[in-house]
């Protein structure tokens, strides 16, 4: 019997080294197989015989990851104080159905993800950044998250950091866990509570249970008998349920905020009964905004705005399966053949409130069946209007009928890696390698409205009958029933609905080639090395392809613009580039073992890269360390990253989309003058007459530009490691870092664009960009009414602060206590100095650090730490407490800026800051099962409050930043690991 187990595994090891010779290549990072002393560290493709490298480096370890209890790697990240919120699974207005890194707060696009030291492909075609739902959780061994530039080391796209997922590619036996975890919270925020009261709302139980996932994995692994190679593969299985706002009281309604600070249920004006705005009112004492009632008009006000907050998710369903295997072979120590095989399959559906129709103009005959006498008076008579003309309305009316609209998500992968490395000769090794990743995306909106239907549905006359019709025979062909919304006494029909409900369709996929081929040398032993140390030079150069597609393919209702709850169309996306790139890499050991010189080390590297797109660039890098004694080492690098336009922010066709936050220019008082606002487009016929949007969502022209240039990025870190003798069991860094990008490739800023124009700030510049509706003045009541802010090489941007990492062991025994075990202590933090954007050369810049709102975005704390105290107890347990710090943040309107300074709200202009308390444990039942568990946010401290007030910003929900803040209460957490 184990002579035919020796068989099985001798033929999967062979079988697994001859299918990878069959497959495509891929790029590597790792040492060769006979030198296992020297290993090659995150930042560098050089081997070298210590785990400090130059570029700071924070890792996350498997441990960590199970401490918190984390069923989503996003969750892991987001817990770094290097990681800003970025998409994720408690996004569901503008999620992509993907969860993204942004290290610094600088864009995910601007952070690299790997895999072993390879290049992930974009995550999906709807945006570039690199998918975390494709890593699978079980397998992943650590996590390292350097700062800063690496793009002469790693190419573009690491311009703020690089992301490095380390995989246990070489397990041995078999592993199976199953996890189990929900949240619970206790509603009872009075102030919120009251607010939803005061609307007749309905509120949540007082203690809810909810949010379940359940997580199954295994990962089995088996090495040759001769020791030479090994093969992993590994099974994810997730289930997510799904949260509503409704099931939490501070997000039960769209909260607003009144000038003196007092809560309210706010919500949108596209309501059930219909808003209806009368375009072309002339009496200058009727506002010419009315709300149906029975089947008359009655002025519109605050109580009658749509509370769209309980049909949206808080926390996306989701459903995912992930499986795949790494494996390698040593032939001998010339060829060890590897290869890389990973798949994933994400469904998950994102709802929010539901369609209608969205402030779009239409044309209704003074004659029509749909209006009763009283509303033709309104309408039409007391504006001149004959029975044969047609009022010019805008008509906001929610499609409550036909429920939430519902983004049906599904994102599958691919991605096969193959290469060949070993030994050369004398001190040379190479690694040769290539990859292929496959994204595919299919996705299908439901619940939508047609607005072409919906104009017919509203072009309506009387048969022979006397039973209003359509009045197109040809839409009556098609299903066409009349939408009866001037008449709230009269249901709208099943048939109405049937012909107005439209889907949307969207499908593409993102393909990413890599090839490339790296050799290491140490050339200490021809003879090239410092008299004053006694390790060689050591270089590592090589070349890489990559080429880089996307393809997004939209039907005919998508592109047109035809769907109401869309803000705008979305136009399908095609293109490619490649780059040919060239790179080295030096580290000179100056001086070893000296008297106040324990080691001094240099190191440089370039990258040369041509890109079929925007052409030629070159990075590199430069630093050094310095260690006086084993005790302290100092460090220094400065890295010249770029980043190049990817397929999206150049080949998107432009189209209008809901990425403006306000109009200070709207509403019966507005916030700007009467001059301001005319510098806008305002007349002064509109001022004071123009609609608020409730909901906060305002229209911009978005879309690529294909004669963008790269990114360039410069970046500077000084830092201290200490790892006294006297502390043996203690680390601590410091390292400052300063990150300047120029050019940056985005929009401008519609707020930006539209309050400098206000202001009179360049306005030969700005003020052209806006372009008002020339009926109503409105920017969101159709699409007339839009701010230019399509993508373009802008400006600056720069970050600046400190980080601080810290572990330290106490074994107990040492103070006095035997038997009891040790203490593990670890510490992570950011110190934030300035982050500082500006939006034009040669413009002035505002500084983000502390701030939060329209134009900064997301909360950016001036401090972030996270520390956690672990107990190994002498009795198979392990308990463990770690202590969340966000510190407190303004809403940028405070700021004297004259760019952010503006018209604060009490109880919206302040965060206090947050502190976050969590517990695990885990106890090991017996050689093979261990038992976790634990729970985070302890004391179910509630999300702070920011609205849509705040910003329109897409990481804005349920009435807070989700993926800043826990939102969702107390998280509990268990699971069962057993291992044979």
């Excluded at 999620?95 to 895999?115: D, H, M, P, Q």
């Excluded at 039409?380 to 983004?407: K, P, Q």
């Amino acid at each position: 019997m184990k002579g035919f187990e020796s068989r099985i595994r001798q033929s999967l090891l062979t079988g697994a080294a001859i299918g990878v010779c069959a497959l495509t290549m891929s790029t590597t990072a790792f040492a060769a197989a006979d030198d296992l002393q020297e290993i090659v560290i995150t930042g560098s493709r050089i081997k070298t015989d210590s785990s400090v490298g130059i570029s700071p480096v924070t890792t996350v370890d498997n441990q960590e990851i199970k401490l918190q209890g984390a069923t989503r790697i996003e969750d892991v990240l987001n817990n770094l104080p290097q990681v800003f919120a970025s998409q994720g699974g408690t996004i569901s207005n503008g999620s992509t159905g993907t969860a993204t890194a942004n290290l610094r707060g600088l864009g995910a696009s601007r952070t690299l993800v790997l895999i072993d030291g390879h290049r992930m492909p974009a995550g999906s075609p709807l945006n570039s950044a690199a998918d975390l739902n494709e890593i699978p959780a079980a397998l992943v061994k650590r996590v390292d998250v350097l700062s800063g530039g690496a793009s002469a080391v790693y190419g573009a796209d690491a311009v703020s950091g690089v992301v490095n997922f380390i995989m246990d590619d070489n397990f041995e036996g078999a592993k199976a866990e199953v996890g189990y975890s929900f949240y619970q919270h206790n509603n009872d925020a009075t102030k919120y509570q009251n607010a939803v009261k005061a609307r007749n709302f309905a509120l949540p139980d007082n203690d809810v249970t909810d949010g379940f996932t359940r997580t199954y994995s295994g990962v089995l692994g088996v090495n040759s008998t001769d020791g030479k190679g090994n093969i992993t593969v590994y099974a994810e299985y997730l289930k997510t349920q799904p949260l509503l706002q409704g099931q939490r009281d501070y997000s039960a309604c769209a909260i607003s905020v009144s000038a003196k600070g007092a809560y309210s249920c706010g919500g949108s004006g596209t309501t059930a009964p219909a808003q209806i705005i009368d375009n072309i009112n002339t009496n200058p004492n009727d506002s010419g905004d009315y709300v149906v009632s029975g089947n008359g008009l009655k002025d519109y006000t605050s109580a009658s705005a749509f509370n769209y907050a309980p049909y949206n998710y808080y926390q996306r369903p989701d459903q995912r399966y992930s499986a795949g295997f790494f494996g390698h072979y040593d032939f001998n120590e010339h060829v060890q053949v590897y290869t890389q095989f990973m798949f994933h399959d994400d469904h998950t559906l994102a709802q929010i409130a539901p369609s209608g129709v969205f402030g779009q103009q239409f044309s209704i005959g003074c004659n029509s069946p749909l209006l009763s006498a009283s509303q033709v008076q309104t309408l039409c008579t007391d504006n001149g209007l004959a029975a044969t003309d047609s009022a010019n309305v805008s008509i906001l009316r929610r499609n409550v009928e036909g429920g939430g609209r519902m983004d049906d998500l599904r994102h599958t992968s691919y991605r096969e890696l193959v290469g060949l490395k070993g030994d050369l000769w004398d001190g040379w090794s190479y690694d040769a390698s290539a990859q292929r990743s496959t994204v595919i995306l299919s996705e299908t909106y439901k619940n939508d409205f047609s607005l072409a239907r919906t104009a017919e549905a509203l072009n309506v006359t009387t048969n022979s009958s006397g039973q209003m019709v359509c009045a197109n025979a040809t839409a009556v062909a098609a299903g066409c029933a009349p939408y009866t919304i001037f008449n709230a006494s009269t249901p709208i029909s099943q048939a109405a609905l049937n012909y107005l409900q439209t889907p949307g369709f969207k499908e593409g996929s993102t393909v990413q080639d890599v090839v490339n081929l790296s050799i290491n040398g140490d050339l200490g032993r021809y003879g090239l090395q410092s008299p004053l140390a006694n390790r060689g030079v050591a270089i590592a150069f090589g070349t890489e392809y990559r080429r880089e597609e996307l393809t997004l393919k939209v039907d005919q209702e998508f592109d047109t613009g035809d769907l109401a709850g869309q803000g705008g169309p979305t136009h399908g996306v095609a293109g490619a580039y490649d780059v040919r790139e060239a790179f080295m890499e030096v580290k000179i050991p100056v001086i070893q073992d000296k008297p106040f010189i324990k080691e001094f080390n240099i190191e440089g590297g370039y990258r040369y890269s041509d890109y079929s797109t925007s052409g030629k660039t070159d990075t590199y890098k430069v630093g050094g360390d310095w260690a006086p004694t084993s005790d302290i080492r100092f460090r220094a690098g400065f890295n010249h990253a770029v980043r190049a336009p990817n397929v999206v922010e150049l080949f998107t066709p432009s189209g209008v989309a809901l990425g403006l936050s306000d109009d200070p220019c709207a509403g019966a008082s507005p916030t700007y003058s009467a001059a301001q606002c005319a510098r806008t487009g305002v007349s002064a016929a509109q001022y004071g007459r123009i609609t608020v949007n409730g909901a906060g969502q305002y229209n911009d022209l978005e879309g690529g530009n294909t004669a963008l240039q790269p990114e360039a990025a410069d970046t500077l870190t000084v830092g201290t490691v200490i790892t006294p003798t006297f502390l043996p069991d203690l680390t601590f860094s410091a390292d400052y870092y300063n990150i300047n990008i120029d050019g940056t490739i985005n929009g401008i800023g519609a707020d930006l664009i539209l309050n400098n124009c206000a202001k009179g700030i360049n306005t030969s510049y700005f003020c052209p960009l806006v372009h008002r509706d020339p009926t109503t003045g409105s920017l969101w009541l159709g699409t007339n009414g839009y701010v230019v802010n399509t993508n373009q090489n802008t400006g600056r941007l720069e970050q600046s602060g400190i980080d601080f990492n810290a572990n330290y062991r106490v074994d107990l025994a040492d103070v006095g206590l035997d038997k009891v075990g040790a203490l593990n202590f670890n510490l992570s933090g950011t110190y934030l100095i300035d982050f500082v954007t500006q939006a034009l050369p040669g413009s002035d810049g505002y500084d983000c650090a502390g701030l939060y709102g329209a134009n900064c975005g997301v909360p950016a704390p001036v401090w972030r730490h996270k520390v956690r105290a672990t107990w190994d107890t002498p009795w198979d347990a392990q308990v463990s407490v770690a202590w969340r710090h966000l510190s407190s943040v303004d809403w940028e309107r405070v700021s004297s800026n004259a760019t952010l300074h503006g018209t604060t709200i009490p109880n919206l202009s302040h965060i206090d800051s947050y502190d976050y308390f969590d517990f695990s444990g885990s106890y090991q039942v017996s050689d093979w099962l261990t038992l976790s568990g634990g729970v985070n946010n302890v004391f179910d401290k509630d999300p702070p409050l920011a609205t849509t007030q705040v910003s329109s910003s897409a990481y804005i929900n349920g009435n807070t930043y989700s993926q800043v803040y826990d939102a969702l209460g107390r998280y509990f957490f268990f699971r069962a690991s057993a291992k044979f």
